[in-house]
């Protein structure tokens, strides 16, 4: 047995939140600390009345202090590591996505492992460790995912704000195992390229899975826009279903290089035209250029990275939509979608509200959707379910 963790007492506030499901506490509700705990230190967390409530990872410098990793006593080690996984692969099992080539492992506080995000590309794992209290477990990380899956290669995407908020500089590079960090990928029945060193986040969105297939079923015959195309799943899946053309839009350059090699990947190229550049100055030029598109498809990146910005980011989303449903045909359709974690969905629907509402269209909604389910949700937890997404058919003239 290992000397006992430091105990972390909390707020009623705390407590409340802790036992309504949540797995994390902010520093303002923390109560008694020991002096001198590093950023990362595994800690007891303890009520007002010192009754246990669960084992936490701590880390003074943020602002979320706590994130609880058990409910039970647990040990940083690799056995509880191996544990985490292990459950987590079986979740996905339970999903019937175990056989996925490419599909989320892990989900941080999906899984009960806050912090730890790991992606399977057929023989790559892709990795991003994202807070202190996983980051000083970063060899048994490595140990237990190789021993779990015996992957060629194991590499680290850990860079972006979680790492900056958490004080730990990014880090990126091979982790183990050898061979080029590319491997192509099938995903129901589409073929994609994923670079794991270059291609965005942990090299390519997973949650947008299920969402694709909801297009692909009304891409028939179709004129396509795919806008923030990134590595062109959107736009493949809907020339899988059928569309007649599309163009595919993004701000990256290598993004829309990505996105044409995928199209091609697929014997797409000839329907498919990739172009660079701000999607909102683009699509105002469309529109004023008259061209127009039986399904507009949006997948923006999140508008808003704190709780300042939530007010912009719902701006955006009125102005972008507004401009999509501008450039429909005559019963046209919009798929479009929000990952910004701080806006909820009724905030979301009221920013579509004034968007058809400034684009003088009456609309209907064909269907919602969110996050694959190997991005699990908790419950008692609403920022773990992120992601939004609906169908909607302006009405024809």
Known sequence: MGDPLPAVRVSRRGEERLRSGHLWVFGDDLRE??????????????????????????????????????????????????????????????????????????????????????????????????????????????????????PRLLYERSEGGPRRLEGLPERKGVLAGSGPPQETVTLDGCRFLVDVEGGPKTGFFLDQRENRKIVRGLAGGRSVLDGFC?????????????????????????????????????GFGSRWEGREGNLFSVLRELAESGRRFDLVILDPPSFAKSR???????????????????????????????????????????????????????VHVLARGGQSPDHPVLLGMPETEYLKFAVLRARGT
């Open 33 to 150: 600390v020991p002096p001198g705990l590093p950023p990362g230190q595994w800690v007891s967390v303890t009520s007002r009345s010192g009754e246990f409530l669960g084992t936490a990872t701590c880390n003074l410098s943020s602002r979320l202090a706590l994130r609880l990793v058990s409910r039970s006593a647990a040990a940083p080690s690799k056995a509880f590591l191996a544990e985490g996984i292990r459950r987590a692969l079986l979740r996905r099992d339970e999903a019937g996505l175990g056989g996925l080539e490419a599909l989320r492992l892990v989900y941080s506080e999906g899984d009960f492992l806050p912090g730890l995000v790991v992606d399977r590309f057929g023989a790559v794992l892709s990795v991003q460790i994202q807070t202190a209290g996983m980051e000083i477990l970063r060899q048994e990380i490595v140990s237990a995912l190789d021993e779990a899956l015996s």
């Open 230 to 266: 990134s590595t062109g799943a959107f736009g493949v899946y809907a020339l899988a279903g059928g569309a007649s053309s599309v163009l595919a839009v993004d701000i990256s350059g290598e993004a829309v290089a990505a996105a044409s090699g995928n199209a091609a990947r697929n």
């Open 308 to 362: 300042e910005g939530r007010e912009g980011a719902l701006r955006g989303y009125r102005d972008i939509n507004r401009l999509g449903f501008s450039l429909l045909t005559p019963g046209g359709i919009l798929a479009t979608s929000s990952c910004t974690q701080l806006i909820d969905v009724a905030k979301w629907n009221e920013a579509l509200r004034d968007a058809a509402t400034d684009a003088r269209v009456d």
